[in-house]
């Protein structure tokens, strides 16, 4: 990773074909850590009653250039979207009122656990996940799951012992030296021939993701005129509808809702039906677990342009690696530092990071033609943008005022107060689970065209 986020994003691009991307040009000097102060994510970052941490700031140049790319793109295939970085990186925090854990996430779910050569981060976000840790340290109980994990993994190397954890499908992951070495957060392979006639105010966006990653990408890409149909499992809906309900709601209004059962031959050929119609796919799911539905993209024969995002942990190579968005920010070396050692930076920071660039992979690709399935690696993302250089203008001070803490920028001149993460305003409800399904069952061959009546 160079320190030039402009060479960077065309990096990624040419992986798509040939972009012809215009950078973004700034009307006066910047400070990507005063962004991290203003985007609520540095007073998610640090010890619960320490200074919040200014590591990893520099971050938001890189950002910034990819919601640049972003608005650009999504410009020339539909309309044009812009992002607000606070908005994306706080929003689940924001909604929440989450606040600082240090090495706990800040949502709970997630701990840094030191271990005998460096630290570990291991995700219990699941009951079953609590379930196994006697197992995972093979005792028959355990009275404190998080302590006696602490205690396993001082003595153990922090590779090895993820590597122990993760046999048992619970997330873990290392903390690495250095940032992985990645040239593109994506992999990219062709699916099918290019349309470049296909626009998003015309494309159909069928979401099979849950959770935060992939609703994200589809609320981008609903955003640029797509019409976004939410898919879930009546046996299994999406976690995230027991969540906070604004949260919710911010990610999937105006969407339709399609929910059938995906274990009966019905309900996986009408979801087969959904697939192929649809202009754009997302799915966050192990590759199994599609194939065993028969829904793998390799199933299907797709039609001109079709562009299909698949999100998973580690990319479609490692398809046994789950990950959530605390770990795999953790995989690719996307912390904060506080007094040396890591603590947890923003909220699953992994998740909104690889929702946007997932959202801009599926823009790039269309304003190409499409016909591409693009791999998306959360691990990857976090590590992009982990690899982001220092600020080469000095130390940046934080301070306390009467208003709060305070970041000093002394050669520009310039001061920022820490915010908090910011609310999300949702642009309406999100429709009850299965709320359009018969609709577009019935609606039959005309699915693509005809948008949703709301």
């Given at each position: 990773m160079t320190g030039d986020p402009a060479g960077t994003v065309r990096r990624w691009l040419r992986t798509l074909g040939d972009i012809a991307y215009v950078p973004a040009v700034p009307t006066s000097p910047g400070c990507p850590l005063l962004d991290w102060a203003a985007?609520?994510?540095?007073?998610?970052?640090?010890?619960?009653?320490?200074?919040?941490v200014m590591s990893p700031g520099p971050m938001l140049s890189l950002l910034g250039e990819v919601g640049h790319a972003l608005h650009r793109l999504s410009a020339g295939v539909g309309r044009p979207v812009r992002i607000d970085p606070?908005?994306?990186?706080?929003?689940?925090?924001?909604?929440?009122?989450?606040?600082?854990?240090?090495?706990?996430?800040?949502?709970?779910?997630?701990?840094?656990?030191?271990?005998a050569d460096g630290w570990c981060a291991v995700t219990l976000a699941r009951p079953d996940d609590i379930d196994l840790v006697p197992a995972m340290l093979g005792r028959a109980?355990?009275?404190?799951?998080?302590?006696?994990?602490?205690?396993?993994?001082?003595?153990?190397?922090?590779?090895?012992?993820?590597?122990h954890i993760r046999m048992f499908g619970v997330p873990a992951a290392a903390l690495p030296r250095e940032p992985p070495v990645v040239d593109a957060p994506w992999q990219v392979s062709s699916i099918a021939a290019p349309d470049r006639n296909l626009r998003l105010e015309r494309a159909l966006v069928v979401d099979f993701s849950s959770l935060w990653a992939g609703p994200l990408c589809a609320h981008l890409l609903g955003r640029a005129g797509a019409r976004v149909v939410k898919v879930e499992s009546t046996r299994r809906p999406d976690g995230a509808r027991r969540g906070n309900r604004r949260f919710f709601d911010w990610l999937h209004a105006g969407h339709e809702s399609f929910a059938v059962d995906f274990t009966s031959?019905?309900?996986?050929?009408?979801?087969?039906?959904?697939?192929?119609?649809?202009?754009?796919?997302?799915?966050?799911?192990?590759?199994?677990?599609?194939?065993?539905?028969?829904?793998?993209?390799?199933?299907?024969?797709?039609?001109?342009?079709?562009?299909?995002?698949?999100?998973?942990?580690?990319?479609?190579?490692?398809?046994?690696?789950?990950?959530?968005?605390?770990?795999?920010?953790?995989?690719?070396?996307?912390?904060g530092r506080s007094d040396g050692e890591p603590?947890?930076?923003?909220?699953?920071?992994?998740?909104?990071?690889t929702g946007l660039v997932a959202a801009l992979g599926a823009v790039g690709s269309l304003a190409c033609g499409g016909g591409q399935l693009i791999d998306v690696s959360m691990r990857d993302v976090a590590a992009?943008?982990?690899?982001?250089?220092?600020?080469?203008?000095?130390?940046?001070?934080?301070?306390?005022?009467?208003?709060?803490?305070?970041?000093?920028?002394?050669v520009l001149g310039r001061t920022q107060v820490v915010l908090p993460p910011l609310a999300?305003?949702?642009?309406?409800?999100?429709?009850?689970?299965?709320?359009?399904?018969?609709?577009?069952?019935?609606?039959?061959?005309?699915?693509?065209?005809?948008?949703?009546?709301?």
């Open positions: 985007s609520g994510a540095m007073a998610l970052s640090g010890e619960a009653d320490g200074p919040p606070g908005l994306l990186l706080g929003a689940r925090a924001g909604a929440m009122g989450l606040t600082p854990r240090g090495r706990t996430s800040a949502g709970g779910a997630t701990r840094l656990l030191r271990a109980h355990v009275a404190d799951p998080w302590q006696e994990l602490a205690a396993a993994v001082r003595d153990a190397g922090a590779r090895e012992f993820a590597t031959a019905e309900g996986r050929a009408e979801l087969a039906q959904l697939v192929r119609a649809a202009d754009v796919v997302i799915e966050a799911s192990r590759p199994r677990a599609l194939a065993q539905l028969g829904l793998a993209p390799e199933e299907f024969d797709h039609r001109a342009g079709r562009v299909w995002v698949s999100i998973t942990g580690y990319g479609r190579g490692r398809p046994d690696r789950v990950a959530f968005g605390d770990d795999a920010a953790v995989a690719g070396g996307l912390v603590v947890f930076c923003a909220d699953a920071i992994a998740d909104p990071l992009a943008f982990a690899a982001c250089p220092p600020v080469d203008h000095g130390p940046h001070p934080v301070r306390t005022e009467a208003t709060g803490k305070v970041v000093d920028c002394p999300p305003v949702p642009g309406g409800t999100a429709a009850a689970m299965g709320a359009d399904t018969g609709r577009i069952l019935r609606r039959g061959s005309p699915l693509r065209t005809q948008p949703a009546p709301r």
